[in-house]
């Protein structure tokens, strides 16, 4: 079974904006009970993956340190998806982004990445 679909990604210029989104497999009441975030790596990072943006079940927020103030995550329960609108991007920002669903049993799921590319 597909845990996490993802979508959205694309090509955008600097300065712009653009929302990508992230649906699970749960239904609405298990969904609500899951931590979800974004993560991304970029061209030349190996495996490393960096947090863009977690929100937890009863709606706590981290940000990493290089879009903060520029991105915001947010989550529908009802439709079982989590959001990242991303403003005011830039070059930086390119990368493949993943998402990541995190159930209270311990088990991690990632999304199969949906690239974002930012030309200058």
């Known amino acids: 079974q597909v845990q996490l679909v993802e979508s959205g990604g694309g090509l955008v210029q600097s300065g712009g904006s653009l929302t990508i989104s992230c649906s699970a497999s749960?239904?609405?009441?298990?969904?609500?009970?899951?931590?979800m975030g974004w993560y991304r790596q970029a061209p030349g990072e190996g495996e490393q993956r960096e947090l863009v943006?977690?929100?937890?079940?009863?709606?706590?927020?981290e940000y990493g340190d290089a879009v903060k103030g520029r991105f915001t995550i947010s989550r529908d329960n009802s439709k079982s998806t989590v959001y990242l609108q991303m403003n005011s991007l830039k070059p930086d920002d390119t990368a493949v982004y993943y998402c990541?669903?995190?159930?209270?049993?311990?088990?991690?799921?990632w999304g199969q990445g949906t690239q974002v590319t930012v030309t200058s």
């Open positions: 749960e239904s609405e009441l298990y969904f609500s009970y899951v931590t």
């Open positions: 990541k669903k995190e159930r209270p049993s311990g088990q991690i799921f």
């Open positions: 943006a977690r929100i937890t079940s009863d709606g706590g927020i």
